[in-house]
């Protein structure tokens, strides 16, 4: 369950290192909630994790991914490759949206096929846990 978490937990795990706990959820929410409707879907999760992909190819490649997150996520920096290792779910050499969706499908505690507050709250206070960051 952890490595198809870090796929959603990404960008809390880069925010842990500036904000509180409160204000990291709201942080998140707005980063990946693109409608503002309260609820996180999965069309917003892969839009954003997508928009690593510079070439449009559908596939996130380690370069992408390094470039995306130092650009966007600079927390990350020197722990990239680490990530990526992670995120790649099914060892293909790159993140898709098959990668996303099962990510998205294990966070999603409740199944409504949407992530709310109350789930990122719970998903940050794991992320938060120090047993599984990286060195």
Not at 20 to 47: M, Y
Not at 51 to 62: E, F, M, R
Not at 109 to 118: G, I, T, Y
Request: some cysteine.
């Amino acid at each position: 369950m952890f490595i198809y978490a870090i796929l959603i937990l990404l960008p809390a795990v880069t925010l842990c290192a500036v904000v509180s706990l409160a204000n990291l959820e709201s942080k998140l929410q707005v980063l990946l909630d693109a409608n503002k409707d309260g609820k996180i879907s999965l069309v917003e999760t892969e839009n954003y994790f997508l928009s690593y992909d510079s070439n449009k190819d559908g596939q996130v490649t380690l370069a992408e991914f390094k470039a995306g997150v130092d650009a966007v996520d600079p927390v990350i920096i020197g722990n990239e490759i680490q990530f990526f290792i992670l995120l790649d779910l099914d060892e293909n050499g790159h993140i898709d949206k098959a990668d996303i969706d099962n990510a998205f499908h294990i966070v999603d505690l409740n199944h409504d096929n949407f992530l709310k507050h109350s789930e990122l709250h719970l998903i940050i206070a794991f992320a938060r846990q120090p047993w599984w960051k990286i060195n």
